[in-house]
């Protein structure tokens, strides 16, 4: 028996083991860097990991959407999304300055180098581990600003996080881990949900400008369309300067729904990918501190809600547009059915007229047509000498004309039959 391997099954079976980070030991320094490419840039991040993996060695063979490589003994970890690319450089062991990015340096410059796309965000993360290193026992103040401090206990109480989320001068935010008992591979997941809640986070933060950039034009729709909906029901009104504007502006709304679809269903997305890792992080609150899902809900949550109330409010107006627009086309056939109406009254009373028209012409016909035979048999009588001339006239003249008519009678009997 012959068996035949499914064409994707050796993709779907690597897209199960992508999107992981390696081992990691604590003390460890990571920088992640994430740029959007969009759905159709694939070949130029192809080509610029491929330039890269000419200068180092491959730990992972280089597949369409994963790669790890070693450069410098830096770990670089590659990854292709749908529409963003994360760059993740790993240095094991830790220097005395927790957050300082010229320790990636020369690899940084590589990687930078004809990198596509533009950077959407870029972190330094700090692996650390002993009670000098726990977040509540350090001046925090150093690295984090004050009034956004996020601390709180992850990965059920064995690690415990410290950020602002802020971006700072040199260009990249800053998250300080403090491993508390992390054993073989749960470092490297941590590190990896965190990482992509913030990466999901943002992404889906990319629908909110958008949104508030496209308000005021719906608002200005939104308020056309009222008007031309009241217009609608007056009676003095034009409809075709109405269907006129109503085409315009369901034109103009169409494309705002085209410019804006893919974007806010892409936030619908990320967003809720975001809650997933967030709830799957196991979230401890430390006391005195805000935790990571305050910071998150109280910022994300807004911010879809207003997508979502933005989307829901176009869906809305196009089909009030769709309903004015079906108001004013019957308006209009009942207007054209009224017009048909009266051109067929029209029609019958004309045809009522030709028929009346056409039957004084045979009346008039009757008496033509006898004239002529009357005279032609006046001829044929003034040859003969033993009748009076005027009383066969006399006798003729009826019998003709009772002819002629019956004649006519017959014939259009039998046409219209």
Same mark, same amino acid.
């Given at each position: 028996?012959?068996?035949?391997?499914?064409?994707?099954?050796?993709?779907? @079976?690597?897209?199960?083991?992508?999107?992981?980070?390696?081992?990691?030991?604590?003390?460890?320094?990571?920088?992640?860097?994430?740029?959007? *490419?969009?759905?159709?840039?694939?070949?130029?991040?192809?080509?610029?990991?491929?330039?890269?993996?000419?200068?180092?060695?491959? *730990?992972?063979?280089?597949?369409?959407?994963?790669?790890?490589?070693?450069?410098?003994?830096?770990?670089?970890?590659?990854?292709?999304?749908?529409?963003?690319?994360?760059? =993740?450089?790993?240095?094991?062991?830790?220097?005395?300055?927790?957050?300082?990015?010229?320790?990636?340096?020369?690899?940084?410059?590589?990687?930078?180098?004809?990198?596509?796309?533009?950077?959407?965000?870029?972190?330094?993360?700090?692996?650390?581990?002993?009670?000098?290193?726990?977040?509540?026992?350090?001046?925090? +103040?150093?690295?984090?600003?004050?009034?956004?401090?996020?601390?709180?206990?992850?990965?059920?109480?064995?690690?415990?996080?410290? +950020?602002?989320?802020?971006?700072?001068?040199?260009?990249?935010?800053?998250?300080?881990?403090?491993?508390?008992?992390?054993?073989?591979?749960?470092?490297?997941?941590?590190?990896?949900?965190?990482?992509?809640?913030?990466?999901?986070?943002?992404?889906?933060?990319?629908?909110?400008?958008?949104?508030?950039?496209? =308000?005021?034009?719906?608002?200005?729709?939104?308020?056309?369309?009222?008007?031309? =909906?009241?217009?609608?029901?007056?009676?003095?009104?034009?409809?075709?300067?109405?269907?006129?504007?109503? @085409?315009?502006?369901?034109?103009?709304?169409?494309?705002?729904?085209?410019?804006?679809?893919?974007?806010?269903?892409?936030?619908? $997305?990320?967003?809720?990918?975001?809650?997933?890792?967030?709830? @799957?992080?196991?979230?401890?609150?430390?006391?005195?501190?805000? +935790?990571?899902?305050?910071?998150?809900?109280?910022?994300?949550?807004?911010?879809?809600?207003?997508?979502?109330?933005? +989307?829901?409010?176009?869906?809305? *107006?196009?089909?009030? $547009?769709?309903?004015?627009?079906?108001?004013?086309? =019957?308006?209009?056939?009942?207007? *054209?059915?009224?017009?048909?109406?009266?051109?067929?009254?029209?029609?019958?009373?004309?045809?009522?007229?030709?028929?009346?028209?056409?039957? %004084?012409?045979?009346?008039?016909?009757?008496?033509?047509?006898?004239?002529?035979?009357?005279?032609?048999?006046?001829?044929?009588?003034?040859?003969? %000498?033993?009748? @009076?001339?005027?009383?066969?006239?006399?006798?003729?003249?009826?019998?003709?004309?009772?002819?002629?008519?019956?004649?006519?009678?017959?014939?259009?009997?039998?046409?219209?039959?």
């Amino acid at each position: 028996m012959t068996i035949h391997d499914h064409p994707l099954r050796g993709a779907l @079976s690597a897209e199960m083991h992508v999107r992981r980070l390696p081992r990691l030991e604590t003390p460890c320094r990571l920088m992640q860097v994430v740029t959007v *490419l969009g759905e159709t840039n694939t070949d130029a991040a192809r080509a610029h990991i491929e330039a890269l993996k000419r200068l180092s060695t491959e *730990l992972v063979p280089l597949s369409a959407k994963y790669a790890v490589l070693l450069i410098d003994g830096i770990t670089l970890v590659w990854e292709r999304h749908t529409e963003f690319a994360t760059y =993740t450089l790993v240095r094991q062991g830790m220097t005395a300055e927790p957050f300082d990015p010229a320790d990636f340096d020369p690899v940084r410059d590589r990687l930078y180098a004809g990198m596509p796309g533009e950077i959407i965000r870029s972190t330094q993360i700090a692996l650390v581990g002993g009670p000098e290193w726990d977040p509540t026992a350090l001046d925090l +103040s150093r690295w984090f600003s004050d009034a956004a401090t996020v601390v709180c206990d992850v990965a059920g109480g064995i690690a415990r996080i410290a +950020s602002d989320f802020r971006l700072n001068a040199d260009g990249y935010g800053r998250l300080l881990v403090h491993d508390r008992g992390l054993q073989h591979d749960e470092a490297g997941q941590l590190l990896l949900r965190l990482q992509e809640l913030g990466n999901y986070r943002n992404m889906a933060l990319l629908g909110l400008p958008l949104a508030q950039r496209l =308000t005021p034009a719906v608002s200005t729709l939104e308020a056309r369309l009222a008007e031309l =909906t009241h217009a609608v029901s007056e009676r003095s009104t034009q409809d075709d300067q109405l269907l006129d504007e109503l @085409s315009f502006l369901s034109a103009e709304l169409a494309r705002i729904v085209a410019e804006t679809r893919y974007r806010m269903s892409a936030t619908r $997305a990320y967003a809720q990918l975001s809650v997933d890792r967030l709830g @799957s992080l196991t979230i401890g609150v430390v006391r005195g501190y805000q +935790s990571l899902d305050d910071f998150t809900e109280r910022r994300l949550v807004p911010a879809v809600r207003t997508c979502d109330s933005f +989307s829901a409010r176009l869906d809305d *107006l196009s089909r009030r $547009a769709a309903w004015t627009s079906d108001l004013l086309r =019957t308006r209009i056939d009942i207007a *054209l059915a009224r017009q048909n109406r009266d051109l067929l009254a029209s029609m019958d009373a004309r045809t009522h007229l030709q028929l009346r028209l056409q039957q %004084t012409v045979e009346g008039l016909s009757v008496v033509a047509i006898s004239y002529y035979m009357v005279a032609l048999i006046g001829h044929m009588l003034g040859v003969i %000498t033993f009748v @009076s001339h005027d009383v066969a006239m006399a006798v003729v003249v009826p019998v003709v004309v009772a002819s002629v008519a019956a004649g006519l009678f017959w014939m259009r009997r039998h046409v219209l039959q």
